[in-house]
């Protein structure tokens, strides 16, 4: 385990955001390879911030977990009161290529775009375009009725009843079209318990609560989050990950093999997920965001009274990721 360090403590509300290639912690690497973590690095630290020793301190705590995990490249991002303080890339973004991981490559985040799908959730419910409560054959009509209700809140809290992936669902590399049509994976399934009962987690949840966003907003889900999510709080550089388009920094991805190495990560589409677990942002562009997205102050009066406190559950299912 990497040694443990005390690092000075800071005021104000800190955040911290840390990609890696593929979003996988990887065995070694290729064996005989020259190219190691430690030998690249490219930072970008505002000039005169006074966090140069904890910055060296989580550099050589990064570098350490990236040799040990044999990952071969990541990206990191600090903000401090809202200001970046420290962004750097480290390792590569291309192992074959030789083309380094910098404060400009784009990974994959996974399941952290459903935040941003949350966002998009809250504009259209404190605009009135959206109930949380109704049944979401309300905005999606063609979806299959169960043998309960399912409404928007409980999608969005996992405690719908709608499946997780089964098998190798997640390493889909069939391209769909439209929201709709990535629903056919799951829509004739039934749910796992009454809704509001117990809780597990779901990525097929959000992509059905895509479906009702694109109904309720009347956009396509993609441009309306690109309209009213992305270009509003500054994530210019934020793109979907699309195959057939050339994304500008978009990282290549990687996996463990049998034998510990590192190998190309096999060929996906996530065109059947883009709300749960798809996009590419660039780290250090959230923290112009993080403000609008977490404030300190409560939610506004209209929001709050429609909010409910999580219901613990005591067969619920731990939280996955995907």
Not at 68 to 84: H, L, N, T, Y
Not at 123 to 137: A, K, Y
Not at 257 to 286: C, H, I, M, Q
Request: with cysteine; charged share 20%; hydrophobic share 40%.
């Amino acid at each position: 385990m990497p040694r443990q360090r005390n690092l000075k403590p800071t005021t104000g509300t800190a955040f911290l955001f840390i990609t890696m290639a593929a979003g996988l912690m990887l065995g070694p690497l290729l064996a005989g390879t020259a190219l190691h973590a430690q030998q690249l690095q490219i930072a970008e630290v505002e000039s005169g911030n006074d966090y140069a020793d904890p910055i060296q301190a989580s550099r050589d705590i990064i570098l350490e977990i990236m040799e040990m995990e044999g990952v071969p490249g990541a990206s990191v991002a600090v903000g401090v009161g809202g200001e970046v303080v420290w962004a750097e890339g480290f390792g590569w973004a291309s192992v074959e290529l030789g083309v380094p991981v910098t404060t400009l490559t784009k990974f994959r985040i996974g399941s952290v775009s459903k935040t941003l799908t949350a966002t998009a959730l809250g504009l259209l419910l404190e605009r009135g375009q959206l109930d949380l409560d109704l049944p979401v054959q309300t905005y999606v009509p063609d979806f299959p009725e169960k043998r309960w209700p399912v409404t928007t809140r409980q999608l969005g809290g996992h405690t719908a009843g709608i499946r997780h992936y089964r098998g190798l669902e997640m390493y889909s590399s069939r391209a769909y079209p439209t929201v709709d049509s990535g629903l056919e994976i799951f829509a004739e399934d039934t749910l796992l318990f009454e809704p509001e009962t117990d809780y597990s987690y779901s990525s097929y949840g959000w992509n059905l609560l895509s479906a009702v966003l694109e109904s309720a907003s009347g956009e396509e889900f993609l441009e309306f989050m690109r309209d009213e999510v992305f270009e509003p709080l500054g994530l210019r550089h934020t793109v979907a990950d699309h195959n057939d388009s050339i994304v500008a920094y978009r990282t290549e991805f990687y996996e463990q093999g049998p034998d510990g190495a590192v190998v190309n990560a096999p060929y996906v589409d996530n065109s059947y997920k883009w709300a749960g677990g798809d996009s590419f942002p660039l780290p250090r562009t959230w923290f112009g965001s993080v403000r609008p997205i977490c404030p300190k102050a409560s939610l506004p009066p209209r929001l709050s009274a429609r909010s409910r406190p999580p219901k613990p559950f005591e067969t619920a299912s731990p939280p996955t990721t995907g």
